[in-house]
């Protein structure tokens, strides 16, 4: 198996976690938060799509699918195009209100793009480094493997709380 399919199933994986949470949901129970502070299903999946875009494309050298292809308009949530959810305030977590329709429809236009990335990438490309505020500065490698991390996490903390609203 080479690294670049490797790096497909994960994320095909991720994929079928954020399939399943949202299906059959409503966008009342995809908006509910189980407290003040927690995060809604559809923040946690918005949230894991806007990182996956935001870090691939900026390691990829492409625009993100969030602007290319219109989903900020699409979506018509009230941040900026640039926001991707990081520390988000309990009050911004609140203006995210999606249906299951926006929140797959921009995942896997995104996941598309993702799988586009990696089948062009060899071994040698996961050396380059494409982010050198950090000591020692990110590798391709390292921004791939985090990506799949957060993303699987989000995944995991949103069938967590679809199990807290059954």
């Known amino acids: 198996m080479k690294t670049s399919e490797l790096l497909i199933d994960a994320h ?7 399939h399943a949470v949202v299906a059959g949901l409503d966008d009342k129970t995809l908006a509910t938060r189980p407290g003040p502070s927690a995060n809604s299903i ?7 799509t806007r990182v996956q875009d935001d870090h ?12 290319a292809d219109g989903w900020h308009e699409q979506l018509g949530l ?3 195009a640039a926001d ?9 977590v609140e203006l995210v209100k999606l249906n299951a329709d926006q ?19 060899s071994d040698d490309d996961l050396d380059r480094i494409v982010d050198r505020r950090w000591d020692p500065p990110v590798t391709l490698g ?7 991390d ?17």
């Not at 691939?56 to 602007?67: C, F, K, M, N, S």
């Not at 957060?150 to 059954?166: E, I, N, P, R, T």
């Open 12 to 18: 095909s994986r991720i994929k079928e976690v954020v």
């Open 42 to 48: 559809a923040w946690l999946v918005w949230h894991l």
């Open 56 to 67: 691939l494309a900026d390691a990829g050298g492409y625009e993100q699918v969030y602007t």
């Open 78 to 80: 009230s941040l900026d």
């Open 84 to 92: 991707t959810g990081y520390a988000h305030t309990p009050e911004q």
């Open 103 to 121: 929140l797959v429809g921009y995942y896997d236009a995104v996941h598309a793009r993702t799988v586009g990335f990696l089948r062009l990438l």
């Open 142 to 148: 390292v921004r791939l493997v985090s990506v799949i």
């Open 150 to 166: 957060d993303c699987a996490q989000h995944a995991g903390q949103a069938a967590y709380v679809k199990g807290l609203l059954s």
